[in-house]
């Protein structure tokens, strides 16, 4: 499974390709997490059981995909922070390569929101703030 959605992520240079639980594969192009934000502003339940390939996993969209019920996750980057996550959740991971955490844009140290929610245990409250805008 995940290997169709690797292949579809490097060849059409997407950010996202999600495979849907009616089998249905879309491919997303936007910055960060704002295509998983939109998906699940637009139907929270649309991610229950679905697929996904992306170029970057941190702990921030790790926390999000598994409140959102995601059974599998590959990234070419994956954190440090996003495996504790994802094994505690029994949720499948591959990844091309581990780093100790998701950079910034301009690479000169930590993602803000890697940084921000790092020490954060509660993944409910990551997802609430993240895609709902609740603190």
């Known amino acids: 499974m995940l290997e169709e959605l690797k292949e579809r992520l490097h060849q059409r240079k997407a950010s996202l390709i999600v495979k849907f639980t009616n089998g249905e594969i879309k491919e997303y192009y936007q910055n960060r997490i704002e295509d ?3 998906i699940l502003q637009n139907d929270k339940q649309s991610l229950k059981g679905a697929s996904i390939a992306d170029k970057v996993i941190g702990k ?3 926390s999000i ?5 995601v059974k599998e996750i590959y990234a070419d980057v994956m954190s440090k922070y996003t495996i504790p996550i994802l094994e505690k959740n ?4 591959e990844y091309k390569s581990l780093v100790e955490y998701v950079q910034n844009n301009d690479k000169t140290g930590m993602c803000p929101m890697e940084n921000k929610y790092k020490q954060e245990n509660d993944i409910h409250k990551i997802y609430k703030e993240m895609v709902e805008g609740r603190i």
């Open 65 to 69: 995909l598994t409140v959102a019920g």
């Open 36 to 38: 998983i934000k939109e």
């Open 60 to 62: 921030v969209v790790s």
């Open 90 to 93: 029994g949720i499948k991971y």
